[in-house]
């Protein structure tokens, strides 16, 4: 089973409106939780990261939260824009073990007109 | 900007070849860079850690005689497809860590990706 899990898989929006995306996981201890964004064809690129005793996260229209005793994390983006489209993923490293990543699949976002 | 780079962004190659994707972290020091493949719609998929000065650690699953990793220096890690086949064909990421100044804090730092494709 996957130590991290996302959802939803996909989602459209409407350009203006905001989503929250989830990430649940597994990992135990875990060092931080990053959400990245990657766009088709590139590399993920950082958007937010949290050590354990951190509660929220702000990225300019992107805020993460993270929950340590549910292990549970969400990002929510704010008046979504055509470049949101992207995938979002969440990475929780592993305190241990050399800085030893645990990928989500992604969240897949599309921002429509 | 970018502090990893990656380095083709895309190969196109012939299948019994051997192609040689280049990491660099560009303004720090990394005595480790991760190596990662990435089908279309699929999660990063960890492939070896390389280690500056010594061998390079493979995934449970990943021939390590087919991905050759050299990291020659404390910025340059590469890795080498060889005798590539067409199910070789993905999308190639390399990662660095880089202290944040904070004890036990790192940021990852991921290159643009390389584009293998083999015919």
């Known amino acids: 089973k996957n130590q991290v899990e996302q959802s939803p898989q996909s989602l459209i929006i409407l350009e203006g409106k905001n989503c929250t995306l989830q990430?649940?996981?597994?990992?135990?201890?875990?060092?931080?939780l990053r959400w990245y964004k990657q766009d088709t064809g590139r590399g993920p690129v950082s958007l937010t990261i949290?050590?354990?005793?951190?509660n929220t996260k702000s990225n300019g229209r992107y805020t993460a939260t993270l929950d340590a005793d549910t292990k549970q994390s969400s990002l929510h983006i704010t008046a979504s824009q055509l470049s949101d489209s992207a995938s979002y993923i969440c990475?929780?490293?592993?305190?241990?073990?050399?800085?030893?990543?645990?990928f989500g699949k992604g969240n897949q976002v599309v921002v429509i007109p | 900007g970018a502090v990893v780079s990656q380095h083709p962004s895309r190969v196109i190659c012939k299948s019994g070849t051997s192609v040689k994707i280049e990491c660099r972290s560009l303004d720090f020091q990394a005595t480790t860079m991760f190596w990662y493949r990435q089908f279309p719609k699929q999660s990063l998929m960890l492939m070896a850690t390389?280690?500056?000065?010594?061998?390079?650690?493979?995934e449970q699953g990943v021939e390590k005689d087919k991905f050759l990793i050299n990291h020659a220096s404390l910025t340059l890690s590469t890795l080498t497809v060889t005798s590539a086949h067409p199910e070789d064909s993905s999308f190639y990421i390399c990662?660095?860590?880089?202290?944040?100044?904070?004890?036990?804090?790192?940021?990852?730092?991921f290159g643009p990706g390389t584009r293998l494709t083999v015919t």
């Open positions: 949290m050590t354990f005793s951190e």
């Open positions: 990430c649940n996981y597994t990992v135990s201890p875990f060092s931080n």
């Open positions: 990475v929780v490293t592993h305190l241990y073990g050399n800085n030893r990543l645990a």
């Open positions: 390389s280690n500056e000065g010594s061998k390079a650690t493979y």
């Open positions: 990662s660095a860590p880089r202290g944040t100044g904070k004890r036990s804090s790192y940021e990852q730092y």
